[in-house]
RNA sequence: GCGGGAGUAGCUCAGUUGGUAGAGCAUUAGCCUUCCAAGCUAAGGGUCGCGGAUUCGAGCUCCGUCUCCCGCUCCA
């Protein structure tokens, strides 16, 4: 099957079986917006308690908060994305290309500048010693044109940025004649400002609402809360802090499916430790995260880590987890090494000291970090996209037969068990509807008497139960039941008063934090 | 945002040169009882994405609009 079919067969399949839904899909829905539907929703928690117990339960010196979306708008202006979230962008329109205005322009300045700077060397090759370069630049025709437009046109563009004048910006650009590197043309768009952070008001309107943002990534929220955290709970470095939550980014362009959304759910812990020892910890983190994702046996090879080779302003070394989705090997998981960037910022712009003093060393210093930042709405593509399988069957009658099965790990799957009387008589039901009240309270379990036992085993496949168990009229004689294997379809006959210990031993998540 | 493709029942689709909407599967109820989907009977479900235009009449033609999918950028 071509890519793009198993991608779309996958999106299908989350909606036929509740998994995922469009957003508003009744009023035609709602760009990059999902719903996690009444299987999605248990599966999201299962991947997220995966995540939260491998962090906080496993680790003593890792510990969890939950900060409010909503912050300080200061907040934003200190982690750089009111600046870098905001960038005035100008399309092309004959290369289709689109740029940064404000970039354009800088880019045209220094040409310019360039230009000064050739004209300047030439003269002093020519005077040799005795060049003043200043006062060249204030007597040479072509120079001080040169500058003057320079000047110009920083005047206007500094004023423009200050005044968010988009107008502005893009008469600059018209009026310098910069072209489009590709096609070479001036044929320009209007200069629009992309703002990826969502903005709502705080306060009543007319007693002077301020502006706040709708966080777009979960990091900040653990960052301002360091003191709190490291006081309180007598935190000692190196420690993490950990936190699963909604951010909110406005992208340009939103798509494939829940890989990026609107609105999405981050798990992020953010590891404190001593400056200069923070790439020997990004090593381990590095390490530690890809287990924790192989742990899932969904294939070591599907997953690969991707180095940055750019790093961002703030890091010193970062990597990428990628797996390696219908569509190609795709980022899950980011881990950021981000020395004491973040921190620093906060205790330039809050005026409070960010530092920790290290009993061991006997000094104050602030901590470096490093981030172990994952998508669960990526996560769960993830998760879907390896256990979603077509799998051929062959018959006893020799023809082959398509089977559709989730082969989720038991522990991250919606419903643990299905419970089906394997005729409607002969009281069977009734003693399904007994077994069913007595482990809904350890279990997420389904009763089914409808159609055939074949066709009930296939709607459990396709919503991902691992088990099936199943009365007949041996259960009635003897009191055992049948516990039917998604996986390899086979049955074991085991004693009913066994089923909550066996159940309770496969779907446990000790099974799987114990591979870690 | 720009270019390309698509939108008819929960799903997969059919619907002739414009004449008032169909199939299979699924769902629900009943019958039958059979350990790996597709036995029988019946029922429910659609203002054909939305809005407008043309026409006596639009699922079909035209315009607009929304949403989804594929490319271009960024990221979790």
């Given at each position: 099957?071509?890519?793009?079919?198993?991608?779309?067969?996958?999106?299908?399949?989350?909606?036929e079986?509740?998994?995922?839904?469009?957003?508003?899909?009744?009023?035609?829905?709602?760009?990059?917006?999902?719903?996690?539907?009444?299987?999605?929703?248990?599966?999201?928690n299962?991947?997220?308690?995966?995540?939260?117990?491998?962090?906080?339960?496993?680790?003593?010196?890792?510990?969890g908060?939950?900060?409010?979306?909503?912050?300080?708008?200061?907040?934003?202006?200190?982690?750089g994305h009111?600046?870098?979230?905001?960038?005035?962008?100008?399309?092309?329109?004959?290369?289709?290309?689109?740029?940064?205005?404000?970039?354009?322009?800088e880019?045209?300045?220094?040409?310019?500048e360039?230009?000064?700077?050739?004209?300047?060397?030439?003269?002093?090759?020519?005077?040799?010693?005795?060049?003043?370069?200043?006062?060249?630049?204030?007597?040479?025709?072509?120079?001080?044109?040169?500058?003057?437009?320079?000047?110009?046109?920083?005047s206007?563009?500094?004023?423009?940025?200050?005044?968010?004048?988009?107008?502005?910006?893009?008469?600059?650009?018209?009026?310098?004649?910069?072209?489009?590197?590709?096609?070479?043309?001036?044929?320009?768009?209007?200069?629009?400002?992309?703002?990826?952070?969502?903005?709502?008001?705080?306060?009543?309107t007319?007693?002077?609402?301020?502006?706040?943002?709708l966080?777009?990534?979960?990091?900040?929220?653990?960052?301002?809360?360091?003191?709190?955290?490291?006081?309180?709970?007598?935190?000692?470095?190196?420690?993490?802090?950990?936190?699963?939550?909604?951010?909110?980014?406005?992208?340009?362009?939103?798509?494939q499916?829940?890989?990026?959304?609107?609105?999405?759910?981050?798990?992020?812990?953010?590891?404190?430790?001593?400056?200069?020892?923070?790439?020997?910890?990004?090593?381990?983190?590095?390490?530690?995260?890809?287990?924790?994702?192989?742990?899932?046996?969904?294939?070591?090879?599907?997953?690969?880590?991707h180095?940055?080779?750019?790093?961002?302003?703030?890091?010193?070394?970062?990597?990428?987890?990628?797996?390696?989705?219908?569509?190609?090997?795709?980022?899950?998981?980011?881990i950021?090494?981000?020395?004491?960037?973040?921190?620093?910022?906060?205790?330039?712009?809050?005026?409070?000291?960010?530092?920790?003093?290290d009993?061991?060393?006997?000094?104050?210093?602030?901590?470096?970090?490093?981030?172990?930042?994952?998508?669960?709405?990526?996560?769960?593509?993830?998760v879907?996209?390896?256990?979603?399988?077509d799998?051929?069957?062959?018959?006893?009658?020799?023809?082959?037969?398509?089977?559709?099965?989730l082969?989720?790990?038991?522990?991250?799957?919606?419903?643990?068990?299905?419970v089906?009387?394997?005729?409607?008589?002969?009281?069977?039901?009734?003693?399904?509807?007994k077994?069913?009240?007595?482990?809904?309270f350890?279990f997420?379990?389904?009763?089914?008497?409808?159609?055939?036992?074949?066709?009930?085993?296939?709607?459990?496949?396709?919503i991902?139960?691992?088990?099936?168990?199943?009365?007949?009229?041996?259960?009635?004689?003897?009191?055992?039941?049948?516990?039917?294997?998604?996986?390899?379809?086979?049955?074991?006959?085991?004693?009913?008063?066994?089923?909550?210990?066996?159940?309770?031993?496969?779907?446990?998540?000790?099974s799987?934090?114990?591979k870690?």
């Amino acid at each position: 099957m071509a890519q793009d079919d198993v991608f779309k067969k996958l999106v299908a399949h989350c909606k036929e079986y509740g998994y995922v839904f469009p957003s508003s899909e009744i009023y035609d829905g709602l760009s990059a917006v999902y719903d996690y539907g009444q299987y999605g929703v248990e599966l999201k928690n299962n991947i997220k308690k995966y995540w939260w117990d491998s962090m906080v339960l496993l680790n003593e010196n890792i510990v969890g908060i939950d900060s409010a979306i909503f912050m300080h708008p200061t907040i934003w202006k200190a982690s750089g994305h009111v600046d870098a979230f905001n960038d005035p962008l100008i399309d092309n329109k004959d290369s289709k290309k689109r740029y940064r205005a404000d970039v354009l322009i800088e880019e045209h300045m220094a040409k310019i500048e360039d230009k000064i700077l050739k004209e300047v060397a030439k003269a002093h090759e020519r005077f040799g010693e005795s060049f003043d370069e200043k006062k060249f630049r204030e007597t040479n025709p072509r120079v001080l044109a040169s500058q003057a437009k320079l000047d110009e046109v920083y005047s206007r563009f500094s004023k423009a940025m200050n005044d968010t004048d988009l107008e502005g910006l893009r008469q600059i650009i018209l009026d310098t004649e910069i072209v489009c590197p590709l096609s070479g043309t001036r044929n320009w768009t209007d200069v629009r400002q992309f703002n990826l952070m969502f903005s709502t008001e705080m306060g009543s309107t007319s007693e002077g609402a301020s502006k706040i943002y709708l966080r777009p990534e979960t990091a900040q929220g653990i960052f301002v809360n360091f003191l709190n955290v490291q006081k309180t709970g007598r935190m000692k470095v190196p420690f993490g802090i950990a936190q699963i939550g909604k951010a909110f980014r406005n992208e340009i362009v939103a798509r494939q499916f829940i890989f990026r959304m609107r609105e999405f759910e981050q798990m992020e812990m953010q590891f404190f430790v001593q400056p200069g020892s923070e790439l020997d910890w990004f090593r381990r983190w590095k390490e530690t995260r890809m287990k924790w994702h192989r742990a899932l046996g969904f294939g070591d090879d599907n997953y690969r880590f991707h180095d940055h080779t750019k790093l961002a302003h703030y890091a010193n070394a970062a990597t990428d987890i990628e797996y390696k989705f219908p569509f190609g090997f795709k980022e899950v998981e980011g881990i950021h090494s981000r020395t004491d960037y973040d921190l620093k910022q906060h205790q330039s712009f809050s005026g409070k000291k960010m530092q920790y003093f290290d009993p061991e060393k006997g000094e104050s210093y602030i901590p470096y970090v490093i981030e172990t930042s994952i998508g669960v709405d990526r996560m769960f593509l993830q998760v879907v996209s390896a256990a979603l399988q077509d799998e051929e069957i062959k018959k006893e009658d020799g023809t082959t037969d398509t089977r559709t099965v989730l082969r989720l790990p038991s522990f991250l799957a919606p419903v643990k068990l299905a419970v089906m009387p394997l005729v409607k008589k002969d009281g069977l039901p009734d003693i399904a509807q007994k077994i069913v009240s007595d482990l809904k309270f350890d279990f997420n379990c389904q009763y089914d008497d409808k159609d055939s036992i074949g066709r009930r085993y296939r709607r459990q496949d396709a919503i991902g139960t691992p088990y099936c168990i199943t009365i007949d009229h041996q259960t009635a004689a003897d009191n055992t039941v049948t516990i039917r294997y998604r996986d390899s379809m086979k049955q074991e006959r085991v004693r009913t008063e066994e089923l909550k210990n066996i159940i309770f031993e496969k779907v446990s998540i000790a099974s799987l934090l114990k591979k870690l």
